[in-house]
């Protein structure tokens, strides 16, 4: 169980959601409104422990009035709004949006995203074989983690959590521009030379899997890697005296890595090396 | 914040790049010798970090000085801001005029966009890289739009060094461009602005009538040509009367937006959040558009005078001043106008005696069509990459610095002047009910007389183009520039007027007015227009990143082919085109299949 600090009562406001009326608390998003309305939208950038940068406009919704559809994971609700979410052109939007990614970066890895490419009928062979795509070997500079940019949907997410919204430590940044945008550390070198602290925070909110604790692309390399074998325990880290929540993955008796509970109101998911990657003690047996 | 440094070290040559812009280094948390005070004095934090804005004018410093910037002089440049090093990277690796790669000392852009393509820059080009060899010392570089589409083909020579050396040859010839790049203090002086105006001289002229007149570099002849009376009258009627008079004349933005110029300034000026800023873009890149630059090239003052108003107006006392890093001489002029007007006491704390204090501080650019989208305007001055941000919150509210901004282009700007000379009434009669005053066009491509032309709104595209005379056979006009669309030469009664084109399935944009003779293959343009928007996209949404890349894509593998071999790609165009419009988050991703759609639909591209 975990707390909810209570924040200032806020006033309701109404609009409409698909011609229903809806009541949300004022500073809402129209995603918050949606999901409490019990409507799926599909969602990438968007996560729940930093300020959305609504790059990947997949949750596009339509919205009366404005010329342009909006993104739903960004846009606060205003009194009297009336949003439309699945209509035709909102639908035809987050399809097309769906093809372009499939077809230039790898989603192997990026949970649910098959499920909405089947729902929207995407079809990212359609722009030809020679589409390009970001294929990009997989950079191994440290024995922590994986930064494999093949599968980067360049959802901003672990540059914010490195910067200002988390960590402060501003290892990652975008670089370039256009298609030829990356995320990189200063210099475009190894990370071992960069600022990083290896606190892992960019790997927790990575959606993707582009950036993978080392375990388990080794695993995956391996064909060992098995989530359904996998148990996860939530506990705390005996480092120090903060006490972050820990949960620790489990497969065959091994820790193949460590992630944080999100609504902890304390770290929100945060933890630094120690909590992140240092667990091989434990299961040195010797 | 916890910042760390790399080991490398500037050269000298790099650190006084950075030292002649921030001042030497006080201690050796900032780069210096380590000195005793050090060891018990920390220097960094709030105050270090409130200049992350000279992060740009920085990179400038060690771009123009050594022409491309290394690790030890970016590493340097942040210690001295408190950037981090991966943000700094992050910002020199967005902007096309920076290299974080080792490149010769001298650049010479040649132009190979839309009107220069049409004149030749592609053999202009061969030309030039068979004459310079592969170690001459120069590296040639094929460029969008220089802005000099008048006098096209187009090349710019930038020498790096202290101080950098530039060189404009318009129209080019392949000795005209070696030159620039091998000497640019000995290539040719360019013709004055006024050579860009056809009119020029005209009495009739409103918006162009002191280009050729007035000495640019005179701030006296600017005075004796009626300069500074817009402003006195705006001291006599005061902020909200100046307001009013702006919203009574009916100003719209020029930039293509076309959104009412007072009741931005109205909804800046009521904002209770202080301070409130200026800003002028003067980024102007939309392939085909010049006036900007003409501008202020020929009549500087009224960009200072105009700025002032609006400043007083809406109740700022910083102006930014953001102009496109390839304009040369535009910087040269507006920064001595500046600098005149500010030793005059027409800017600094009290001016005209009236007691109120505004400043003008002039940004380069360096090379990002996109930031000439708002929003990522702010984040380029501020020292960020020049990402659009979502709106709302709007610029009134939150702009430059989270602070109420308002933005107004070169020409909205300056059409502030004579309404204030004139009366809103006298202003709003100029043109027609719904687009009042003047308006600039700029005309190249295959006319006798390309240039920046002045008429009232409401007259025709035929009668534009009548004035700078259509060379050939017309096969097509792009009105609005990249982002605008294709008409046919069968359309040429369309009045150019925001509501006239709108009824015509059309718009008129920044005033871009492209001739194409039916010698000019289509495809090939519609190719470059796409390269063009693949390459100006900032990267931060997919529908514009991917989008653009595959709008591309499509036109390559139709470039030869018609009818049913081209339809397919045609109808994939067209979906992609539509989510681009639709899900993008700034104008550059909605607007980047017009041209392309419209050619389709009004010329029948790949019939
Ligand atoms: S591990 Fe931590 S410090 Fe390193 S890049 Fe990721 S968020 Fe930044
Ligand atoms: S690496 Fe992951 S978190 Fe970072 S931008 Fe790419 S997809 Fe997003
Ligand atoms: S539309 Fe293009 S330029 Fe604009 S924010 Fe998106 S990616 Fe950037
Ligand atoms: S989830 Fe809203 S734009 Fe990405
Ligand atoms: S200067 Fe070459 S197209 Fe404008």
Redesign the pocket.
Known sequence: MTVTPLGIPRRLLEFTIDGEAARVPEGSTILDACRAAGKEIPTLCEGDTLAPKNACRVCVVEVEGARTLVPACSRRAEPGMEVRTGTERARHSRKIVLELLASSVDLSTTPRVAGWLKEYEAKPDRFGPDAARLEEEPRIDNELYV?D?G?????????DACGDQWQNTFAISVVGRGFDAR?AVEHDGPLTESACVYCGN?IE????G??SFKSEFDMRAAGTWDESAQSETTTVCAYCGVGCNLTLHVQDNEIVKVTSPHDNPVTHGNLCIKGRFGYQHVQNRG | MDLRFGDSRPTDEERAAVDALLGPPESSWEGADRSDADLRWARGGRAARDRRDLLLPGLHAINDRVGWIGEGALDYLCRRLTVPPAEAYGVATFYAMFSVRPRPATLLHVCTDLACAAAGADGLCAGIESRLGLSSGVSVERSPCLGLCERAPAALAVKAGDPVRTAVSAPATVDDAVLAARAPDSAPQEPPAAWAVPQAGDPALTLLRRVGVVDPAGLDDYRANGGYTALRRAFELGPAGVIREVTDAGLVGRGGAAFPTGRKWQATASQPDHPHYVVCNADESEPGTFKDRVLMEGDPYALVEAMTIAAYATGAHRGYLYLRGEYPRAVRRMRHAVTQARARGLLGDDILGQGYAFDIEIRRGAGAYVCGEETALFNSIEGYRGEPRSKPPFPVEKGLFGKPTVENNVETLVNVVPILTMGAPAYAAIGTGGSTGPKLFCVSGSVHRPGVYELPFGATLGELLELAGVRGRLRAVLLGGAAGGFVRPDELDIPLTFEGTREAGTTLGSGVVMAFDDTVPLPRLLLRIAEFFRDESCGQCVPCRVGTVRQEEALHRIVDRTGAAAAEDVALLREVGRAMRDASICGLGQTAWNAVESAIDRLGAYE
């Open positions: 930064r940019y599968k980067c949907v360049l959802c901003y997410k672990c540059v995320i960019c909110v990575c959606p993707t582009a950036l």
